[in-house]
Each structure stands twice: as C-alpha cells, then as structure tokens.
C-alpha cells in the first residue's frame, strides 16, 4: 500500500562532502553541514528554506538533533531512521510523504563518516549477539561471504565472475575524478589480493573511506522555480527482510525482490525502461544479488550477467558509474552517495562516465547484512 | 506466557548448553520450531511456546573462513540446518576450514565457553552428505 503519487517530489540539489582522508578531528557532522551547504549552492535555496531534516549516521546516535544544533535550525519535521547503508532511499519515501501531507515543504536528507579517520571498529560498533558473536564472523564481510558461497553452490556463480564486478566498478572509477582508487585493477589481482572471509578477498570488499553528501527534494512545483534540472522521485520501495545473516529466509534472495517491485508499481515503468543502475556494492556479490532480484536478469543469472565487462563501460548495461562502494567511496553507510550518482546522471552532469540519453535511472540501498532494501526510481521532465 | 522477571529464553537455551544439549522451541500450535529461542512467536503472536532438544544432528547450509589477523589462523564459520527444522550459525571444528562444506553431515558438540563466555553449541563432521 502506498500513498505516495509518481513525480510528487524531486531533488533539486545534491553535493559530496569531501571525500576520501579528511583532516585530523573532523566530524561527521562537519561533513554533514559542508555537503549541506554546497547542496544549497547546487539549487539556490537558503539554510532557512529547509524546514525538514533526514539523517542517520553511526558516529551520532541522534543525529537530527546534532544537525539541528550544528546548523541552529528548528526544523518542522525530522526523521533519523538508521537502516544501514538503504537509510537515505528510506528518507527519500519518507520525505515525499512528508512533503505531500504538507509536514515539510524542503527536506534535507545527509549524511557524514570519518570511518577511515577514526577506524572503523570505532565508528560502527557491534552489538553481542550470542547466537552469532562466539563464532568470530568477520561482520560483514563473513555474511555476505556465506551468501556469495550459497550463491556458488546453487547457481555455479565463480569467484571469477564476482572479481567482474569489482573490474567493472574499477574501469568506472577511472572516469571519476574524485573516486579513491586511482589504478587499473585484473580479475587475476582480485583473486590474488588477501583473503578476508571466503570466497571474498579484500577486492571483492567496499573501501573504507571518510565521506559524507546531502540532497534537497522539495514540491514537484517548487522544484521548477530551482536552478538545477529537477529530478523527479518516480517510484520508492522499501523492505526489511531479516536482521542477522542466520535469520535472512534464503540466502540468494534478498529483500530487493520485494523493494524493487514496489518502486516499479509506483512508478509505472520497468526493468527495460531504466538507463542507468547505482547498485549498493558493499560487496562484489550485492550487484549480482540486486541486479536478479530487481528484475534485471533472471535468479541465478547474476553471476554471468556481470562477466565479460557487460557492466562496465562501453557495457549493455551501465552499474555504479561512480565507481561503487567498490573503488569511489565507501564512508560506512553508503546509500547517499549511491543516489547521487543516479541523479547526477539524470542532470547529465557526469562528464566523461556520463550515459547517453539517461532519463531514468535506479538507485538500490543495502542495509545490515543484505537486510533492509530501498530501491528509488528517478526520472527527467521528460518521464513525467 | 513466561515471566521475564523468572527466566529468559537466552537464560534457559545456556542451562541447556550446560547439560551438553542443544535446545529450541516449538510453537504447540502447529508444531512449527522456532530459533532464535523467543517469548512471542513470530508471526502468528503465539506465545504457546514449549522447549525441545535437538538431537543435535545437522546439515551445513553455508560456510565461510574468516582470515581474522595475521597471527591468527583462519576459522570456520557456518549456517547450520539442524534436522529439527531450523538454522543456526556455528562452526564446524576437527577438520580443515576449508574443507567444511556444503551439504556435509554434522553433529552438535558444546564447547564450555569460559569466564566471558557461557557455553556455546558447536558441530563437528559425522561423515556423509546431504
């Protein structure tokens, strides 16, 4: 059941942080307000204007009031749901709401992490589980490795098809300016690099790096006053699935399977119509898991899907152009950035890693360990 | 229902584990076995909820080998299928990590644990797969 209305709302500013190594006693929230501000820039609104704030951050547990304090703003309407990585496709469904019922008129979805800085142990600490925690996982990586060797086991999916991804992910990169991995990578030097729980090695794992960004969405009519193109919010899916890797129902479907189809209803299109895909790569495997489950090939599939560069660029199809979690940025909860390379695209504003006549493009949020699932559909004046 | 200020389900699945058994729940109402170890059952909301030991018997459904640190040699971790109709995570101890697999046949064994930590189902291989 959704009230939300196709094309209601879109985003009208987007910005990074700084990405990568920030300096010495940054904060995330730092970051939050530095990706704010130039977020304002990118549409021409003032700080005042916002009167809805969106965020969730592991470094701050109650972070909506952090923001407010930081930025000494009194917002009308807040939200700090934290699902994991898919915690800002989950704001963008509940800022639409939010917009449409009139609780807000502006809304600010951010997000900031010092991970690489601080560590990551310190930024995001585990809870004990005592069903999970005397085993010694390696979280997340372990989970995500015992959904990768299921994946093997049913589908004869390879490691060599799972270093695909982080080749096509690479190739990306290369194009982005501001991506952290610099160099070309082999599908030899991923199985080849240190093993960290397997079948993934560290290449097949997202980087750890500090980073934050924010985006504006305002009213479908405000939106055409702005100065950016607006990118309409055509469809929103949320899902949660399980919580721990030892309750997920089937380790080859995710709950994409139910926030995928959920958008598309929503807004009307499918699959076929979507001309650029920001997957959540946490892992070489999520791709492939998203891409079966959001309807893109079919179960089982995922693994040759992505092999022989069909990812990559000059690909059939075009997946995180940023350069994913997997060789542009990885700051802890990585959903942010994930949609604002989808609607970078939908501007056209990607340079030379930008996709022809992108109109439509999908941006898919992992959370936990494959647990919550947000998928947003975003589309140009012309899919309304 | 059980009273929380009496007992816990973490608390009676650990007495279990000090007998050397692997204990779960079964909902009474369809004989549906539950674990995670609850106080509602999920759902349906139940809560006629009984305790059951496991014969202990199981199947691997995934595995993994975790590469922790440099001075540390690499574990075994792995989602269990026990017979009585649920998963569980452990590790699979006596043989290679890496040559735990899928389908292989296992059986429960309780590892005592110590100060910090109460003890802990773990499995070992019984020969066979499934």
Redesign the interface.
């Known amino acids: 059941m959704s009230g939300l209305q196709r094309g209601s709302v879109a985003v009208v500013g987007a910005a990074e942080s700084d990405l990568g190594q920030v300096a010495p006693h940054t904060s995330p929230l730092d970051m939050m307000a530095q990706a704010t501000r130039r977020a304002l820039d990118d549409c021409g609104l003032k700080l005042s204007d916002i009167d809805g704030i969106f965020s969730a951050t592991s470094q701050v547990r109650l972070s909506p009031m952090a923001l407010a304090e930081y930025l000494r703003m009194k917002p009308d309407y807040f939200d700090g749901t934290i699902i994991g990585g898919s915690s800002f496709m989950s704001h963008v469904a509940h800022a639409q709401g939010a917009i449409q019922a009139g609780l807000c008129e502006v809304a600010l979805i951010t997000y900031g992490s010092t991970q690489r800085s601080v560590s990551r142990a310190a930024a995001s600490p585990r809870e004990y589980n005592y069903y999970e925690t005397p085993y010694k996982p390696f979280l997340p990586a372990s989970a995500y490795a015992l959904a990768a060797a299921r994946h093997m086991h049913e589908f004869g999916t390879t490691r060599e098809q799972l270093a695909e991804v982080a080749v096509a992910a690479r190739k990306w990169a290369l194009m982005n300016p501001v991506a952290w991995e610099k160099e070309p990578l082999t599908v030899e030097q991923v199985l080849k690099s240190r093993m960290v729980s397997y079948p993934l090695t560290v290449r097949d794992c997202c980087l750890v790096t500090d980073g934050g960004g924010a985006i504006i969405l305002t009213s479908a009519t405000r939106a055409k006053t702005l100065r950016k193109k607006p990118v309409y919010v055509l469809g929103v899916g949320e899902a949660i699935g399980h919580f721990t890797i030892s309750n997920m129902p089937n380790l080859t479907v995710t709950a994409a399977a139910e926030s995928g189809p959920k958008a598309f209803k929503m807004a009307g299109i499918k699959p076929s119509d979507v001309d650029m895909l920001s997957l959540y790569d946490a892992f070489t495997i999520t791709p492939i898991l998203f891409l079966e489950d959001l309807g893109f090939c079919p179960k089982g599939e995922g693994g040759r899907f992505v092999s022989g560069g069909n990812i990559a660029p000059g690909g059939k199809l075009a997946v995180n152009t940023s350069g994913g979690g997997l060789s542009y940025c990885h700051p802890g909860m990585y959903g942010l950035l994930v949609m604002i390379e989808a609607i970078r695209q939908v501007r056209g504003e990607c340079g030379q890693r930008q996709v022809k006549d992108c109109e439509v493009t999908l941006a898919h949020g992992n959370g936990g360990v494959l647990s919550s699932q947000c998928t947003v559909l975003f589309g140009s004046d012309a899919t309304l | 229902m059980q009273s929380l200020k009496e007992q816990s389900p973490?608390g009676v699945?650990?007495e279990h584990c000090k007998k050397g058994e692997l204990a779960y729940q079964i909902c009474t109402d369809d004989n549906t076995p539950l674990f995670?170890p609850r106080v509602v059952v999920p759902k349906t909301g139940s809560t006629n909820l009984e305790w059951r030991v496991s014969k202990g018997l199981g199947t691997v459904?995934?595995?993994?080998?975790?590469?922790?640190a440099k001075d540390k040699p690499?574990?075994n971790?792995a989602?269990i299928d026990v017979d009585e109709g649920f998963?569980?995570?452990?590790?699979v101890e006596d043989i290679d990590p890496?040559q735990v697999k899928?389908g292989m046949r296992v059986k429960v064994r309780i590892?005592p644990?110590d100060d910090k930590?109460?003890p802990?189902p773990?499995f070992v291989p019984v020969g066979g797969v499934k």
Request: aromatic share 10%.
């Open positions: 973490l699945f650990i995670f459904h995934s595995t993994t080998v975790v590469h922790a690499p574990h971790v989602l998963r569980m995570m452990s590790r890496m899928i590892n644990g930590q109460p802990f773990v």
